[in-house]
T-cell receptor, first 118, second 112 residues
Framework: GDSVTQTEGQVTVSESKSLIINCTYS????????LFWYVRYPGEGLQLLLK?????QKGSSRGFEATYNKETTSFHLQKASVQESDSAVYYC???????????????FGIGTRVLVRP | DMKVTQMPRYLIKRMGENVLLECGQD?????MYWYRQDPGLGLQLIYI???????SEGDIPKGYRVSRKKREHFSLILDSAKTNQTSVYFC???????????FGPGTRLTVL
């Protein structure tokens, strides 16, 4: 089946420093899945941070970037300069687009907790 | 304001009791989902609902059932809860394929 592997556990980074969260995927149900980063802030539900549906393209949002690399099957999340407000749990996910046009199935990584120190 | 709500947010039950988790969305989305997340694992799909009374098993449906009688409301039911169903449960909805999923804040269920 499909799987997503991302940086495990917690990443601690000082404010204004750079951040990278690694994500690699394996998709057996579809050759080029859609790729997503979701973020969960304390007390809230997951919300979409960015998505890329075309291999080779880059997505960006709120200063975060991720490039869909089909050669290395990776979708690493990066930010050049983090802020305290970026402290959250980040999830990498892929979509198989589903067999039903009404919906699709997401396969998630385990989540990476990011703590930004002032 | 687009929103997915979940009730209750926290729940403690004893083994063998019945559990009802409720999810609502105000976006008229056709498709809704129930996931659970356990430590060290990603979110796992329990059930998908494509519309009213049109439900499909996800990856881990055993021990769960669902009910969708109105488009905006999707319930997860545990008949005779087990301790291994202790988890955080997330509900989500989407307007269709290739669209993002909108998630609720989660329900933390503890089964003693």
């Amino acid at each position: 089946g499909d799987s997503v592997t991302q940086t495990e556990g917690q990443v601690t980074v000082s404010e204004s420093k750079s951040l990278i969260i690694n994500c690699t995927y394996s998709a057996t149900s579809i050759a080029y899945p859609n790729l997503f980063w979701y973020v969960r802030y304390p007390g809230e539900g997951l919300q979409l941070l960015l998505k890329v549906i075309t291999a080779g393209q880059k997505g960006s949002s709120r200063g975060f970037e991720a490039t869909y690399n089909k050669e290395t099957t990776s979708f690493h999340l990066q930010k050049a300069s983090v802020q305290e407000s970026d402290s959250a749990v980040y999830y990498c996910a892929l979509s198989d687009l589903g067999t039903n046009s009404a919906g699709n199935k997401l396969t998630f990584g385990i989540g990476t907790r990011v703590l930004v120190r002032p | 304001d687009m929103k997915v709500t979940q009730m209750p947010r926290y729940l403690i039950k004893r083994m063998g009791e019945n559990v009802l988790l409720e999810c609502g969305q105000d976006m008229s989305h056709e498709t809704m989902y129930w996931y659970r997340q356990d430590p060290g694992l990603g979110l796992q799909l329990i059930y998908i609902s494509y519309d009213v009374d049109s439900n499909s098993e996800g990856d881990i449906p055993k021990g769960y059932r669902v009910s969708r009688k109105k488009r905006e409301h999707f319930s997860l039911i545990l008949d005779s809860a087990k301790t291994n169903q202790t988890s955080v449960y997330f509900c989500a909805s989407t307007p269709g394929q290739r669209a993002e999923q909108f998630f609720g804040p989660g329900t933390r269920l503890t089964v003693l």
